[in-house]
């Protein structure tokens, strides 16, 4: 029975097998809530079922049915379980109080009624209720967006890194070859130079996420840091020209060249982000005809400082490595040095600076020994030492017989021109996991390079076939994946992958690895 006005209030469920009670209760709640009555557990049942209220009051002694039973069923039901049942009773011992709990009572409340502990109870739960239903819905939207964002990383990851690789190699493959004008040499540096850039940018929006979220992977390898630091200075060469600014580079204290090799362990992406944020933030802030200094040190621990002679403005000071410090920077984000020092966490290390109007500022990044962290997976690393292989490859070149494996059809063409320049004579190629098989079971083959991401079957289940058939589990396998998080590789070292290109990939790293698994 409803017995109140319905415009825009809660709903509020009374149980009771006692006329006077429910009347009681009636009053107590109509000029705040909409009341339904149910003199006893099987209307009160039908009533729930029907049209869900936001709250019951459910007596505990009531005849043929009492209040836990009625309790237990409205849990057992989908359509009513959520809502907040507050059992009335006259008794009050310890034990009724633990049963309905356990049942999924939210609260008790006993006879006789005080109007206001009942309105404020009331108040309370439906306030609860509401919360957890708005949290519920914002798991909902956060779970979607993990969804989209995980579809959006994965389509980023597959398809825009293979045609990127193919912008990034075509162009230095047509640089190798003679009879090219300057002017054309410069044009493909540019795309190439273009292609390299996107593909950062691409890492940069995906990895900074999961940097942030401390889910980033870190896939650790020697970087020649005197490298990475001179290619940051020509990304900035222009600006730094404008005001006529000089770099110079020392490794522990002495001038290092552009041909000098000074290796810490780390990933290129992370100190190449690192520097460019750091070395643009010294261009904007250094004095016209300034010098810019980046010193390099490897004892007591690996680290690197870049030192510039403007100073940062005090105002600033205690909250440069907070999102979205700038200033006087009109198209400045705010975000150069609180990503840096994000990077430098995840190599291992840390971030700090020093400043001041005569000296200048420094930014040093330490780096501790949790920058080469064991089990983490280089670049060109076999990954379970003695699996697959059983002898080393005594065939020439010319006689090797390489399955590709890709449904990027530019990939494939990319991967057989490079091998070719090596040697390779013989290449055979699927599209897809099927055909891989299916060419498998028929041919043989003495090196597969196989993409994980094909349609249907994927990279990996190849590999299992191929581990899984005693006349192919001796046969290299290489696995191409633009994607080298820890959890992919376990899962893949369970499957028997030994070898593993990541995309982009360069020549030079594609024909090492190559020789490397046939000579194993």
Same mark, same amino acid.
């Given at each position: ?6 415009? &825009? ?41 029907? %049209? ?39 008794? &009050? ?37 509401? %919360? ?34 193919? !912008? ?34 691409? &890492? ?22 005197? *490298? ?111 990503? %840096? ?11 700090? !600076? ?32 003695? %699996? ?19 449904? !990027? !059809? ?10 070719? *320049? ?72 369970? *499957? ?25």
């Amino acid at each position: 029975m409803d017995i109140s006005p319905t415009a &825009n209030k809660a709903t509020i469920l009374a149980v009771d097998d006692t006329p006077d009670n429910l009347s009681l209760i009636s009053g107590i709640l109509r000029n705040e809530y909409k009341v339904k009555i149910a003199a006893n557990g099987k209307k009160a049942l039908d009533i729930a079922a029907a %049209a869900p209220p936001d709250l019951i009051l459910l007596d505990i002694t009531m005849p043929d049915m009492d209040g836990y039973e009625v309790c237990r069923r409205l849990k057992q039901n989908p359509a009513t379980q959520k809502i907040p049942v507050i059992f009335i009773s006259a008794k &009050n011992e310890e034990i009724d109080e633990l049963v309905g709990l356990e049942m999924g009572t939210v609260d008790y409340i006993t006879k006789p009624f005080c109007p206001s502990i009942v309105l404020a109870r009331i108040k309370t739960h439906l306030a609860l209720t509401a %919360a957890i239903k708005e949290l519920e819905k914002q798991n909902a939207v956060l779970s979607e967006n993990v969804r989209l964002r995980e579809n959006v990383e994965k389509m980023t990851r597959h398809d825009l890194k293979a045609p990127l690789t193919a !912008f990034i190699n075509i162009p230095e493959m047509l640089l190798r070859e003679t009879g090219i004008s300057s002017d054309h040499k410069e044009m493909l540096g540019v795309l190439k130079q273009s292609a390299i850039r996107m593909l950062e940018m691409i &890492n940069r929006s995906l990895d900074m996420c999961k940097i942030e979220q401390g889910t980033y992977n870190l896939v650790c390898v020697p970087v020649n840091i005197v *490298k990475v630091v001179y290619q940051v200075f020509q990304q900035f060469d222009r600006q730094a020209k404008l005001k006529n600014i000089s770099y110079s580079i020392f490794f522990n204290g002495k001038h290092a060249s552009p041909e000098d090799v000074i290796e810490f362990s780390g990933e290129e992406f992370l100190f190449y982000s690192l520097l460019s944020n750091l070395v643009k933030n010294a261009v904007e802030a250094s004095p016209v005809n300034g010098d810019i200094l980046v010193m390099l040190e490897d004892t007591p621990s690996p680290s690197i400082s870049i030192k510039n002679q403007g100073a940062v403005p005090p105002e600033i000071r205690d909250r440069i490595f907070q999102r979205y410090t700038t200033s006087g920077k009109e198209k400045g984000t705010g975000l150069g040095v609180y990503s %840096a020092r994000l990077m430098a966490r995840t190599l291992g290390g840390d971030l700090n !600076f020093t400043t001041s109007a005569s000296d200048g500022t420094t930014f040093t990044v330490v780096l501790g020994s949790a920058a080469s962290p064991a089990g983490y997976l280089a670049q060109d690393q076999t990954i379970i030492s003695g %699996a697959g292989q059983k002898h080393a490859m005594t065939k020439s070149r010319q006689e090797i017989k390489i399955l590709i494996v890709d449904d !990027f !059809f530019y990939m494939r063409l990319i991967i057989k021109d490079i091998l070719k *320049k090596e040697g390779y004579i013989h290449f055979f190629e699927a599209e897809d996991g099927e055909k891989a098989i299916s060419f498998l079971k028929q041919n043989q083959a003495d090196l597969v390079l196989c993409d994980w991401n094909i349609p249907g079957i994927s990279g990996l289940q190849v590999a299992e076939f191929m581990q899984n058939n005693e006349m192919l589990k001796s046969v290299p396998f290489i696995m191409i994946t633009a994607n080298t998080a820890l959890s992919q590789v376990e899962e893949a070292a369970e *499957k028997g992958v030994r070898n593993y290109l990541a995309k982009p990939f360069s020549p030079d790293l594609l024909c090492r690895k190559v020789e490397a698994v046939l000579s194993q």
